[in-house]
Antibody
Framework: EVQLVESGGGLVKPGSSLKLSCVAS????????MHWIRQAPKKGLEWIAL????????YYADSVKGRFTISRDNSKNTLYLEMNSLRSEDTAMYYC???????WGQGVMVTVSS | DVVLTQTPPTLSATIGQSVSISCRSS???????????LHWLLQRPGQSPQLLIY???RLESGVPNRFSGSGSGTDFTLKISGVEAEDLGVYYC????????FGGGTKLELK
C-alpha cells in the first residue's frame, strides 16, 4: 500500500524558516518524481514544486521561487521542502504527492503569524 | 504561465443527475511528445485530493466508470453520469504539460 506521511509543520513567525519532510512507502520511491502542493485555508490547490526521480531537475512556482527548495534522499525514501523567508501568505496545508498525483499524503499545516 | 479556468465554480445536482465541468486552458496542453497532460481530481470535505482521470480520459484504477473525461488542446470536460452522494466535494483540473497548474475548482453540492 502506497503511503506518504508529511511532518515538520507548525506555527512560525514571518521571516523564519521551516523544513517539511514526506516519508514514502509502498512503492519504489527512487523511480518517481514528487510534488509539493499547498492549500491555503478555504482556498484552492496551488502547485509549488516538483523534483525528478533522480533530482536532476527541479521546478518551482513563481510564488516560492528563490525562497523554497525541494530535495530528496532516495536512500531514506524521503522528500523535503525547505522554506525560508516565510510570509503570512505561505500559511497553508502542505501536501506531498507522487508523480501524476495519484497518491497524496494527509498534509501538514504551516502557519506563519506573529 | 498557463491558466486553467474551470466552470461553473459551483454546481448543484440531485442524486442520479448527470453533470459536466469545463476546464479551459490559456495554452494548448498538447505536449511535444504527443501526450496531453490534463488530469482531474476530487477533494472531498476534510480529505486529501484523489486522482479520478489522468491524461484527459484515462480512468484511474478503482474510480467508478460514471466518471469520464474528454477534450483536446485547450478545452476539456469532466462528466459524471449519475451523481452519487459520495461524489460531493470540489473538483480540480490540473495540467502537467507546462510545469503544473491547478484550475480554481468546482464545488459539487446537493440541490
Amino acid at each position: 500500500e502506497v503511503q506518504l506521511v508529511e511532518s515538520g509543520g507548525g506555527l512560525v513567525k514571518p521571516g523564519s524558516s521551516l523544513k517539511l519532510s514526506c516519508v514514502a512507502s509502498g512503492f519504489t520511491f527512487s523511480s518517481y518524481g514528487m510534488h509539493w502542493i499547498r492549500q491555503a485555508p478555504k482556498k484552492g490547490l496551488e502547485w509549488i514544486a516538483l523534483i525528478y526521480y533522480d533530482s536532476s531537475n527541479k521546478y518551482y512556482a513563481d510564488s516560492v521561487k528563490g525562497r523554497f527548495t525541494i530535495s530528496r534522499d532516495n536512500s531514506k525514501n524521503t522528500l523535503y521542502l525547505e522554506m525560508n523567508s516565510l510570509r503570512s501568505e505561505d500559511t497553508a496545508m502542505y501536501y506531498c504527492a507522487k508523480a501524476t498525483m495519484g497518491y497524496w499524503g494527509q498534509g501538514v499545516m504551516v502557519t506563519v503569524s506573529s | 504561465d498557463v491558466v486553467l479556468t474551470q466552470t461553473p465554480p459551483t454546481l448543484s445536482a440531485t442524486i442520479g443527475q448527470s453533470v459536466s465541468i469545463s476546464c479551459r486552458s490559456s495554452q494548448s496542453l498538447l505536449h511535444s511528445n504527443g501526450n496531453t497532460y490534463l488530469h482531474w481530481l476530487l477533494q472531498r470535505p476534510g480529505q486529501s485530493p484523489q486522482l479520478l482521470i489522468y491524461s484527459v480520459s484515462r480512468l484511474e484504477s478503482g474510480v467508478p466508470n460514471r466518471f469520464s473525461g474528454s477534450g483536446s488542446g485547450t478545452d476539456f470536460t469532466l462528466k459524471i453520469s449519475g451523481v452519487e452522494a459520495e461524489d460531493l466535494g470540489v473538483y480540480y483540473c490540473v495540467q502537467g504539460t507546462h510545469a503544473r497548474t491547478f484550475g480554481g475548482g468546482t464545488k459539487l453540492e446537493l440541490k
